[in-house]
């Protein structure tokens, strides 16, 4: 075991008293020459600056951006833009919700999940900078990449490239040997390799390493007294605070299941209307949603692409009326 925990200081020590933190994030703040051998080579020291970096684990951690994503211009509630804290931020002035600055964002977690920023070191410093193009970033595999941002998803083998929803080449199948393959992202999902071709996994039960199995943490979970990569639903989330939604695959354009707490347990979404409120439809929905009124009681949870589109029909009316 690499930590222990001391709830009198709620903290997480591992010897001589020296204590380490850990968040939910999976970054743990050993220096380069603690990083890999404390954690028993499941971490890395991010950089090959020993004065910047983080300890990271060895595992993809790719949460697929869903296609349906609500924008901070469509985030109404001033609710579900704070909860859009690594993206928006909230205009009093204006009572809108406005795209962050990414000198606002401190730590690689929230940096990197803004598809408008990136992560990287200048000079001594590892900081988030506005995203120009994956392909200016130094990366030979899709790992190294997504270190930057979540945007950035293949290599080259020399710089990062971003890849469309829409492109389909690039398939895992296309490529020839374990190196390009493994932990790579593909057009068709995350490729893995079965011996002797790349595929790209599809299902949870594809996995066979436990590391591998946490690429997405709302899709698969690891069993360990089965010792097996499993599906999540609902029904087997025990807490209250992990009840949100579960991805239902676990490919480049995954469908959602929406959950909520239900007398003591996490039950599936059946009515939008009737179980999501203004607190859990933004995180509920897997921000595909939002809350239609900046009062919580009042409004509905709307689906942000149906929302755009009725605006954007109601705009080409108007200018067809004034024409």
């Not at 001589?16 to 939910?24: E, V």
């Not at 790579?184 to 996995?207: F, H, M, P, R």
Request: with cysteine; hydrophobic share 25%; glycine share 4%.
């Amino acid at each position: 075991m690499m930590c222990q925990w001391y709830p009198q200081h709620r903290q997480c020590g591992y010897q001589n008293n020296i204590f380490y933190y850990y968040d939910n994030y999976n970054i743990i703040p050993l220096n380069q020459n603690q990083c890999y051998s404390y954690s028993s080579g499941e971490y890395h020291w991010s950089s090959n600056d020993y004065k910047v970096g983080e300890c990271l684990k060895c595992s993809v951690d790719y949460p697929q951006r869903k296609k349906n994503q609500c924008t901070c211009e469509e985030l109404i509630y001033q609710g579900d833009c704070a909860l859009a804290g690594e993206s928006c931020l909230w205009n009093s002035q204006l009572a809108q919700c406005i795209q962050i600055d990414c000198y606002m964002l401190k730590t690689r977690s929230s940096c990197i999940s803004n598809y408008n920023c990136h992560w990287i070191q200048v000079d001594d410093v590892m900081q988030c900078l506005p995203m120009t193009k994956c392909s200016n970033l130094p990366g030979s595999n899709s790992y190294q990449c997504l270190a930057y941002s979540y945007r950035c998803t293949q290599s080259d083998g020399q710089f990062c490239q971003e890849l469309s929803r829409l492109d389909q080449s690039n398939k895992c199948s296309s490529i020839q040997n374990y190196t390009s393959c493994y932990l790579t992202i593909g057009s068709d999902g995350v490729c893995a390799w079965n011996g002797q071709n790349c595929y790209a996994l599809s299902e949870c039960s594809q996995i066979t390493q436990s590391n591998l199995c946490g690429i997405n943490n709302y899709a698969c979970q690891w069993n360990s007294d089965i010792n097996k990569c499993i599906s999540l639903n609902c029904e087997n989330i025990l807490t209250e605070s992990a009840c949100t939604y579960v991805d239902t695959t676990i490919d480049r354009h995954p469908s959602i299941q929406m959950c909520y707490w239900n007398n003591s347990r996490c039950a599936n979404v059946t009515s939008i209307s009737d179980t999501l409120t203004s607190s859990n439809c933004y995180i509920n929905s897997g921000r595909t949603y939002s809350w239609s009124d900046n009062n919580s009681t009042k409004g509905h949870c709307e689906s942000c692409s149906n929302d755009y589109l009725m605006r954007a029909t109601t705009f080409i009316v108007l200018l067809l009326i004034n024409y």
